[in-house]
């Protein structure tokens, strides 16, 4: 697990808003490999119960093309929020895209009242880990999971 303290941020993030829906879920689509995300997915999410908690950012490319999203979950004034997913799409990776975004949802969870960001990602995604670590975020503990193995 990774943690953010609020602090002052620069960012290209901008807040999604319901005209930046499809391009949000454009971002989550070529970020993640086989992501059947929609259009529909987005909408349900944010009518959900947990829909107000949620804070998302869109960064764009000088041209305005989509070029990374993350999401926060607010989990109220003083507590920790949960940022995921975050992703960049492929062609715009390694410019700073990604670390925006990550940037601009925390600042907005932390402009809610969060007292810090945690994400969670496996030590073995050396992208993440690093694009979390420009961010700011400090490794605040690491996991093993454990499973038995199959019987022949």
Known sequence: ??????????????????????????????????????????????????????VETLVRTPTGAPAAAATGWFAGAGRCGLLEPVGT????????????????????????????VAVMTPARNEAAVALYASAGFTVVRETQAWTRPRRS
């Not at 975004?101 to 907005?108: E, K």
């Open 89 to 116: 799409h492929p062609d715009h990776r390694g410019r700073g895209y990604g670390r925006d975004a990550v940037l601009g949802t925390c600042a907005a969870l932390a402009d809610r009242g969060a007292s810090a």
């Open 1 to 54: 697990m990774l943690s953010w303290t609020p602090e002052p941020v620069t960012s290209r993030a901008e807040r999604v808003g319901e005209p930046d829906a499809a391009d949000r879920v454009l971002i989550h689509r070529s970020a993640f490999a086989g992501s059947t995300f929609a259009l529909k997915h987005w909408e349900r999410m944010k009518a959900s119960p947990a829909g107000h908690s949620a």
